[in-house]
Structure formats: C-alpha cells, structure tokens
C-alpha cells in the first residue's frame, strides 16, 4: 500500500539529508542535496530555497521534481514526485523553516552559508517505497498522548491564572518529561512578552520581556505558529537576543532595568506554541532541552493542543476574575507597618517602579504597584478590586482584552521574589490585598 505523506514525518526531521532530482529544458538530470523536506499538509511539502543554482533553475523551467526521504528508524526508502506550486519568502512557514535551518547550519558549522531565501510549495502526487517495508520509526520513548490527557486534565481543577500556570508547567515535567519551560503572555500596547511562569530553572526570570519577532519566542508570537529548532541557533537564542535589543535601543543604565532572561546556557532543542483562540494572541508556551532534537514533530503536535486548550482557560478564568467579583470578606486589620522608611520611585516615563535602589518592574505592572501604593500611604487603603482597576482612568490601561488578571499575577510573583515587605494577597475572586511590613515613602519622578 502507498503510504500516506503523514506516516513520512518522521522522515522529513533532518536525521538523514534527503536528495531531490530535476532535469532540464534539454532532458539534462541534476541531483542535489536537500536541507531540508517539511511537512506542510497531507498533500503538499515545502523544500528550502537557498541558492539559485541549477536545481532552482530547471524547477522553474520545469515544475517538477523526484525527491527521495529516508526512514531514520528502519532505514526504508520513499520517493515523492512533486509539482513545485509556488515559493514563499515571508510569514508562518517561511518562518518557520527558517528557524529549523540556522539550527541546521549552526550545528553544522554552515551559518555564514545557509541562508533561507524563500520556502518552496510543492503538491506531492505520488509516494513510493523503493527499499525496506516498515513506514514507522521505532522509538523507546513513551507515548505522548496520555501524558497530554493528563496534562489536560489538571487544568480542569484550577481555580484561577495562578494555579492554571503552574499546573501547565508542572504537568510538562511529571506527564511528559519536560524540565524546562516557561509560559510568556502578551502585551499588545508594547508588542512583547512578559514572563508570567517558569519550571526547572535556577532564576525564575518572571517579569523578563521579549520583543514580538524576537528570537524563536517572539517570531512564533508573530507569525502565530509553532517554531522548532533541533540545534541551538545564535540568533534564536533568547537572553541575548533580549539583551543585545536593549544594547541597541537604549543607552547608560537602560540594563539596570532589564529583568535577566531565564533559559539554558546551553540549549540545544528549542519548540515555541503560541497560545492562540481565534484571532487573539494570549502569549506563548515555550521549552527547551540541552539534548540534540529532543523535540519531534509529534512534540509539537502534543503542546499545540495543550496550548489551544490553555488559551481556553485563561480567557475563562481571567473573565471570572473580573466580572464576577466575590464579595469583600470580613478580615483583620493589617498589621501596623514597623522598621526604617524605604522609598517607593516611580519613573512616569516608562512606569519604571524601583524599591529604594532596586529595580522592581515597568510597564503597566508598574503602574498598578505604583497606583496601589500610592492609595495605602495616601488613603490607607489595603484592600483592591480587578475591577476597579480596570475602571481607574489613571492607570489607562489598555482595553478588556489585556489580561489584567496575569498582570497581577506577575506583580505578585515578582514581590515575592525581590521584595520581604511587600505582598500582594488573593483574598477572592477578583479581590487582593496589599500587604505592607515597612512604612514607605513615594518619589515621583518626571512629572511636571
């Protein structure tokens, strides 16, 4: 039986180079070497566009092409008769194959040379085994797919953003055998990530941000697909790219302000999913690994699921928290703020927050601490509403599709990290507390 182009997948993961034949105008055959075969749908794949040599010039002479594949697991043969239908040289699957060639060409010591200049559509109109019988790669990995139904199931107990992060991160790790992720949400104002969650790192990094189309993170944010890459690649490396952004954009002490990235030294395997409902992008599931190709496409099928899913959750739970407000319960009074004063700065330029000399966070994250502070030493004020800060005109926030819900998450996770006598306390659904264990002190700083 001819197998289906899906069975092939595995075939198309870079282990063995695959070879493309085409001929000439005048019947001369040319043989070339492919770096790379990608899987588009059950009927098409795409070929990388590099050079424009003798196969590019009999493809457009004439469109149509012989490639051979390999079976890395059982080492069967496939020939796959292609018509070349069109080349792409922007969006999701140029991206996309771009990423996986700078990881090919790094490993291979070949960056100065590959360079994708276009993605290559071809109809595949028919399959052959020409060796070997098996179409299936043995693998002693274990299934993926009760790992995902476990996955799954844990985010139906969370109860709000927080608890539906972490069981996200964790469930990777104890169902999958992920150690290292890390789950980005979206600033649509700014156009970047902010970090919200991480698993299996040394330094959280929560509060960190990466430009959209920056580094593997930001360009599968973009372009609104998945982006693998087997080797690690320079240019798709995170915490420089970050920070060599800021480097050129900014001057003097602009670092100081830059929450370091949180990732591998040394990663070898990266997969970014965006977290996508319709045509609203909530942010991004990115993990790593220090092994070679660790992640497979069938990786990627298993997180893009879990990501659609997600991106279900948040925006249910993040819309509990803010319309449908749990009334205030009867609690204690603070305790009574005790120690030496520390100053409270706040930049309006950039709502840059820093507690005494260190810096906290910015953006509107920093506005809401700014904003709530304020209140506790103005008005004595403890206790907050999601909704009234969505309502609060000087915060302008930006509109209900900003998860203000992970802002305060974010907010929160980070004092926990940088700051012993500042809290923020989930006292219900939709309310907080700010809790205060040092008198503080407000310099504003930039405003007329």
């Given at each position: ?29 040319n ?13 098409h ?9 003798t ?33 792409e ?10 990423a ?34 098996s ?23 969370c ?56 580094g ?5 944010a973009?372009?609104?697909t ?30 100081e302000?830059?929450?370091?990235f ?83 700065r ?33 008005a ?69």
């Amino acid at each position: 039986m001819t197998p289906a182009l899906g069975e092939l997948r595995h075939c198309f993961e870079g282990a063995i180079p695959s070879v493309i034949a085409t001929c000439a105008p005048d019947g001369t055959p040319n043989v070339a070497y492919l770096s790379q075969v990608h899987y588009v749908d059950d009927a098409h794949v795409a070929l990388t566009f590099q050079f424009f040599n003798t196969t590019r010039k009999n493809i457009l002479a004439n469109p149509r092409a012989v490639v051979q594949v390999i079976d890395p697991g059982s080492a069967a043969h496939y020939r796959l008769r292609l018509e070349y239908l069109r080349t792409e040289t922007a969006g999701p699957l140029f991206e996309n194959m771009k990423a996986k060639l700078a990881g090919i060409a790094s490993h291979t010591g070949m960056s100065k040379v590959f360079r994708l200049l276009g993605s290559d559509v071809y109809r595949v109109l028919d399959i052959e085994c020409v060796f070997g019988e098996s179409s299936r790669q043995a693998s002693q990995r274990q299934p993926l797919l009760p790992g995902l139904r476990a996955c799954l199931d844990s985010l139906a107990d969370c109860a709000d953003l927080a608890a539906l992060f972490d069981a996200v991160l964790r469930g990777l790790e104890r169902h999958c055998g992920i150690r290292h992720a890390m789950l980005l949400m979206h600033d649509a104002a700014r156009a970047r990530l902010y970090t919200v969650a991480t698993h299996g790192y040394a330094e959280s990094g929560v509060g960190s941000e990466i430009g959209i189309g920056e580094g593997i993170i930001g360009v599968a944010a973009r372009e609104r697909t998945p982006i693998r890459i087997g080797y690690a690649a320079q240019e798709y490396l995170y915490g420089r790219a970050m920070r060599e952004g800021f480097e050129k954009a900014a001057a003097g002490d602009a670092l100081e302000t830059a929450i370091p990235f949180p990732g591998l030294a040394d990663s070898g395997s990266q997969l970014a999913v965006p977290i996508v409902r319709g045509e609203r992008l909530h942010g991004v599931l990115y993990v790593e690994s220090p092994e070679q190709r660790r992640f497979t496409y069938e990786d990627e099928d298993a997180l893009v699921v879990l990501a659609s899913q997600l991106a279900l959750f948040i925006e249910l739970l993040a819309h509990s928290a803010e319309q449908h407000e749990e009334a205030a319960a009867c609690c204690p009074p603070p305790p009574v703020a005790q120690g030496a004063p520390v100053t409270v700065r706040h930049f309006a330029a950039d709502h840059s927050v820093f507690l005494g000399n260190d810096y906290l966070i910015k953006g509107v994250a920093g506005a809401i601490v700014w904003k709530l502070v304020r209140d506790y030493v103005e008005a004595g004020r403890s206790e907050f509403t999601n909704r009234e800060l969505r309502l609060d005109p000087s915060l302008r926030l930006p509109d209900v599709s900003d998860n203000l819900e992970a802002r305060l998450i974010l907010l929160q996770r980070r004092l926990a990290e940088r700051c012993g006598f500042l809290a923020i306390e989930k006292t219900g659904r939709g309310r907080f507390r700010l809790n205060v264990g040092r008198p503080l002190q407000l310099a504003e700083v930039g405003v007329r």
